[in-house]
């Protein structure tokens, strides 16, 4: 049997694409093996307590000083995959996970993306740029926000009657629908 290959989640916030991951990959040889949060109010926690998945907060100097990236190889972790992470990744971490940090963006790179750009703020300026669509963006993590290489980008059409809320839900949904499976697709295209 293949051994099997380590994930960990990095999420400041709700956690729903954590917890559809958890779910997805529940019993596959792909496993969501840590849970890491820089905001111990972050309802990602509970998620992880719930369904089982350790989980670590962390400070922004252990983030950057190397600590938690020792914590990520003493898991054994393989890939990581930020699900709503608000900070940068630091370059030491970058080059240890080569091709293996993966970013879900909730627009179409390259535009509204950059920091800042996270979750309801970028449904904000969708909606104030009168976009006839949105969508969104799984790419690879280099140093900088959202700047690394796509994936896998799917689109959605917005209608006048769209708000900021209503373009969050169609995010969502697509979301859901397509972050598990592209996460797999590339794990499977590295490791065959
Ligand atoms: C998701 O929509 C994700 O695409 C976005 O934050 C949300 C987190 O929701 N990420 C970014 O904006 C990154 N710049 P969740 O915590 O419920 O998964």
Redesign the pocket.
Known sequence: MKPEIQLAVF????????QNLITFFEGSRIKIALILSENPNAR?LQRATLFQVPSVIFSMSELQNGQVLQQLKGYGINYIV?????KLIPASMVQSYQQRII????ALLPKF?GKG???SN?HKAVFNAHETETG?TIHYVNEY??KGAIILQKQVALTPDDTPESI?AK??EL?MKYFPESILQTIEKHNS
Do not use: C, K, Q, R
């Open positions: 999420a400041s916030g709700n956690g729903s694409n954590a990602v930020l699900a709503g992470f608000l970013n879900i963006h909730p993306g750009m996270y979750g970028v969104i926000y959202d969050a995010i969502s979301e």
